[in-house]
């Protein structure tokens, strides 16, 4: 199994250039997240989903979308990209099946926005 | 919403001294989580403890949901315990897993 992939690990962006930051598991599980973590600071969460075709808002999801249309897939999109949005991407999932909602993270993804 | 607050900030010791990180929360749970996040920046799950206490290893930890503290215990500690540990939890019947700022530990050979 390779868990949670991200892609890509780097990117560098021009200010209101948009991208879309990859995030696929192949452990079947019904939840999905996207955080954000900034220097120094814990991760705050931007969106996440129960399961395919359900989304729903985080701490902070303004400046981002997403979508899930398969239980596989959890892409998070940037428009108009800002400096604000200068951070670490995580994605995360986690299987509710066993009771314990326990996150498994993707390696990470660098955004900078120049 | 909920309020997460970890002590100490930060943690200096020496190879093989124990720890005690604390994570306080603002009101009742029904997820508690303690992750640690490597030098690299890779987070890994090392506890999941909505109540009572669990023990891997030199690693244990105590959830008092009554109280609204958890505990993380870090026994003859390696260099290899580096980083950030962070607690994460839900509140009621929300999915949103909210972190704490984190507590950085640095072991020294």
């Known amino acids: 199994n390779a868990g949670v992939t991200q892609t890509p690990k780097f990117r560098i962006l021009k200010i209101g250039q948009s991208m879309t930051l990859q995030c696929t598991q192949d452990m079947n599980h019904n939840y999905m997240y996207w955080y954000r973590q900034d220097p120094g600071m814990g991760l705050k969460l931007i969106y996440y989903?129960?399961?395919?075709?359900?989304?729903d808002k985080g701490e902070v999801p303004n400046g981002y979308n997403v979508s899930r249309t398969t239980t596989e897939d959890f892409p998070l999109r940037l428009e108009l990209a800002a400096p604000s949005q200068t951070s670490v991407y995580f994605c995360?999932?986690?299987?509710?099946?066993?009771?314990?909602?326990?996150?498994?993270f993707g390696a990470g993804s660098r955004l900078t926005v120049l | 919403g909920i309020q997460v607050e970890q002590s100490p900030p930060d943690l200096i010791l020496q190879e093989g001294a124990n720890s005690t990180l604390r994570c306080n929360f603002s009101d009742s749970v029904n997820n508690l989580q303690w992750f640690h996040q490597n030098p690299w920046g890779q987070l890994i799950n090392l506890f999941y403890?909505?109540?009572g206490t669990k023990q891997n290893g030199r690693l244990s930890a105590t959830t008092v949901a009554t109280e609204r503290y958890s505990l993380l215990y870090i026994s003859s500690s390696q260099t290899t315990d580096s980083g950030v540990y962070f607690c994460a939890l839900t509140q009621g019947g929300s999915e949103k897993l909210v972190f704490g700022k984190g507590m950085k530990l640095t072991v020294n050979p």
């Open positions: 995360a999932s986690s299987s509710t099946d066993s009771g314990a909602n326990v996150l498994t």
């Open positions: 403890i909505p109540s």
């Open positions: 989903s129960v399961g395919a075709g359900i989304t």
